[in-house]
């Protein structure tokens, strides 16, 4: 009789240690050039030193040894944005976390998809698979870090000002109560205002993916204004204008919300099931992105002649755009915008219903922003100042006294030295199609 072997000893690796294996043998290939990387758009290795290098001057000035960053895909991957800033992995519904040490190496956990990112990108390499347990998955890194002990940064604990609904943060309350169960010794406070604070300015890189965004938005404003005709259903119209966005290069999801007929005020809605008739005006927001990077056009047009009330409050709408555009300059705040803007509207006796200009970057929205005049919590402190390099979604909007109709007009805009730009080429106009 043959002696038994290994497998039916019971002496065969397991399933984590095959995988373990495979990933170790993957990654030496990744470094050393035989395995190919997908051609994804990559941000540069000297970016990822400036944010790091960044980051970790905050982290030292807090006496934080680590960072823990939550991510999620809620709300089209915005909430990606901190760990997609630190690694370049997010986006396509991904979730996971970030373990950002001082010193050494940088660790990725995500759902499944470890080989995969290891590919798409080139500014980690220890990705892994956190599930079944994110908290002992991010404990047991922490351990091998040798941070057991030392003063951790939790990120998703709440943002700045509270804007998106994040003032309570999204860190899951399973995930903390765990870690603190896991690493006893371990100190662990809020830090998003570390990765928030970064992400206010945008390198040049940065402005290139907003810009390569607005290239889309453009795209997509042209794709409507050619689909809306009587008779095309509102959801047809609608899917025409999501092509054209991935078909230049998109991520998957964008945003795009909608609101179509002889009534309309805000785009808060999606396309129904209902064929477009002559007179129905079409208002939107519009947003791809590229890299990660939002673009954010508000664009209204009608099928056909709309009703006169429209093309009125366009015109005191073009000029409120105009006058906060002016003010939109380094050294004036927020609030000097916003004042810019509602002048001519109030002026000529109508109102207005949400912020005119908020944060634009791997979030939508992103801090800072406007007031919100039904939630005086939210308005920022006047003390903040436009600087260089900041993004925004500058999204005028006007609406009758009653706020019954209304009509927004918005662009994406990048601040310079002498004032803002807006990124995208189109004329701006109320498009009669």
Not at 38 to 47: A, G
Not at 87 to 98: D, M
Not at 148 to 168: A, D, F, N, T
Not at 223 to 232: E, H, L, S, V, Y
């Amino acid at each position: 009789m043959s002696e038994q072997n290994s497998y039916e000893k019971g002496e065969y690796p397991s399933l984590k240690e095959k995988r373990d294996a495979f990933r170790n043998q993957y990654v030496q290939a990744l470094i050393s050039g035989e395995e190919k990387r997908y051609q994804m758009p990559q941000l540069s290795l000297q970016e990822r030193e400036r944010r790091w290098n960044s980051v970790r001057q905050k982290m030292a000035q807090r006496g934080l040894d680590c960072l823990i960053v939550h991510g999620d895909s809620g709300k089209y991957d915005s909430m990606m944005a901190n760990i997609r800033y630190l690694t370049h992995i997010g986006g396509h519904g991904e979730e996971g976390y970030g373990v950002f040490p001082l010193q050494g190496e940088v660790t990725v956990f995500i759902v499944y998809l470890s080989i995969w990112w290891m590919t798409a990108q080139n500014w980690v390499t220890d990705v892994r698979t956190g599930p079944p347990s994110w908290s002992k998955s991010l404990a047991t890194c922490v351990q091998e870090k040798g941070l057991e002990s030392r003063k951790i940064g939790l990120v998703g604990m709440g943002s700045m000002q509270g804007y998106g609904g994040l003032s309570e943060g999204r860190f899951p309350l399973g995930v903390y109560n765990r870690l603190h169960e896991l690493l006893p010794h371990a100190t662990f406070v809020p830090a998003d205002d570390i990765l928030e604070e970064m992400r206010l300015i945008k390198s040049a890189e940065e402005i290139s993916c907003h810009e390569k965004a607005a290239v889309m938005g453009d795209a997509a404003v042209r794709a409507m204004a050619t689909a809306a005709k009587p008779g095309i259903k509102e959801y047809q119209v609608y899917s025409r204008v999501i092509e054209s966005m991935m078909d230049l290069g998109s991520e998957h999801p964008v945003m795009f919300h909608w609101e179509a007929g002889s009534r309309v005020h805000h785009a808060g809605k999606f396309p129904a099931w209902r064929a477009l008739e002559p007179g129905d005006v079409i208002v939107n927001e519009i947003s791809p992105r590229y890299c990660g990077y939002w673009a954010h056009p508000h664009q209204p047009m009608s099928v056909g002649k709309p009703a006169p009330i429209y093309l009125e409050l366009f015109k005191v709408l073009l000029e409120g755009f105009h006058a906060g555009f002016e003010a939109m300059k380094p050294g004036n705040s927020l609030q000097d915008v916003d004042r810019a803007y509602m002048g001519p509207i109030l002026k000529n006796g109508y109102d207005f219903l949400h912020p005119c200009i908020h944060g634009l970057g791997l979030a939508l929205p992103e801090f800072p922003f406007t007031r919100m005049h039904d939630l005086p919590e939210l308005v920022p402190d006047d003390e903040m100042r436009i600087q260089p390099g900041m993004v925004f979604a500058y999204e005028p909007m006007i609406c009758t006294s009653d706020q019954r109709i209304g009509i927004p007009l918005g662009d994406t805009v990048v601040i310079e030295e002498k004032g803002a730009r807006r990124l995208s080429t189109r004329q701006l106009e109320f498009i009669i199609a």
